[in-house]
């Protein structure tokens, strides 16, 4: 911060420029750590057989930068909708990063684990935590176990979705999303921009499960709207339309999404983060 301070009180436009170039370089990093960090937990709860259906998401690396922890966390829990927990290693105790969902008291969680945390503050939605590495086994476990019983017994939590926007697939490109980065970083006070479009089809043989963890990944077209326009989209957690989708590929649907950009062996590729589905 002290940085961009210096920036503004620069005495030079010379020295301004400078500054400036500086304080872009540690964004353009701080956002690459970010987006590996990211991919890095997402993987992790995909390839945990119960991560799809865990009442928590708990996660652990020791070489996850602290600085971008509660980022990622308000990431993981854009896509599993449920209080995430969001741990590195640090002068040999884990300390990391809560983020909660509507409604739903995470400190008052801590709370209830206080016995096995060094220290922990914050409040309802959001909060910080250290404790001993060893203790971690045990805090997954407990941490589940008290977000459980605050969950009605066969109830998941459902995402409440404010769209942004409806868009068509003509108005998704590359330099839109270059935009959108100018909002950049998203969290509990700044959410990433949902967008929803209509009249969707799933392209045929598209549509596949993806792991063993209930995701979904297809590409989809906007015919009436955005002839010719074919977009990639994934869906974690819902792999449950999979069946409708293939039994169903002629009846138009509704899309509600994240606009990202998808790196993969190089190839960089717009992709919508689904949110949710519904036919029309």
């Avoid at 708990?58 to 070489?63: D, R, S």
């Avoid at 971690?136 to 998941?156: D, H, I, N, S, T």
Wanted: charged fraction near 20%; hydrophobic fraction near 40%.
């Amino acid at each position: 911060a002290h940085r961009a301070v210096n920036m503004l009180l620069a005495s030079t436009q010379q020295e301004a420029r400078y500054t400036a170039e500086v304080v872009d370089h540690m964004n353009q990093e701080r956002r690459l750590s970010d987006a590996r960090t990211t991919q890095e937990a997402l993987a992790l709860i995909a390839e945990d057989p119960e991560g799809s259906t865990a009442p928590a998401t708990v996660l652990f690396q020791p070489h996850w930068p602290q600085g971008v922890l509660g980022i990622v966390a308000s990431r993981c829990l854009d896509q599993y909708y449920r209080p995430t927990v969001i741990l590195t290693e640090k002068d040999g105790m884990a300390t990391g990063s809560s983020r909660s969902i509507a409604g739903f008291d995470v400190h008052e969680v801590l709370e209830a684990c206080a016995p096995l945390l060094s220290q922990f503050g914050g409040h309802r939605a959001a909060a910080g935590l250290t404790l001993p590495v060893e203790n971690l086994p045990a805090f997954r476990a407990q941490f589940m176990r008290e977000v459980a019983a605050r969950v009605p017994k066969g109830q998941q939590p459902v995402r409440p979705v404010d769209i942004d926007s409806w868009l068509d697939f003509t108005q998704l490109t590359t330099e839109f999303l270059t935009e959108m980065h100018r909002l950049e970083p998203y969290g509990p006070g700044n959410p990433a921009p949902v967008f929803a479009s209509t009249g969707l089809l799933a392209v045929p043989g598209s549509v596949r499960p993806v792991g063993q963890a209930g995701h979904l990944k297809l590409r989809l077209t906007q015919p009436d709207q955005s002839p010719g326009v074919v977009l990639d989209a994934i869906g974690f957690g819902l792999g449950h339309y999979l069946p409708r989708l293939l039994e169903q590929p002629e009846v138009p649907l509704q899309a509600c999404y994240i606009l990202e950009m998808n790196e993969f062996r190089g190839q960089r590729t717009l992709q919508l983060r689904l949110l949710d589905l519904r036919w029309e």
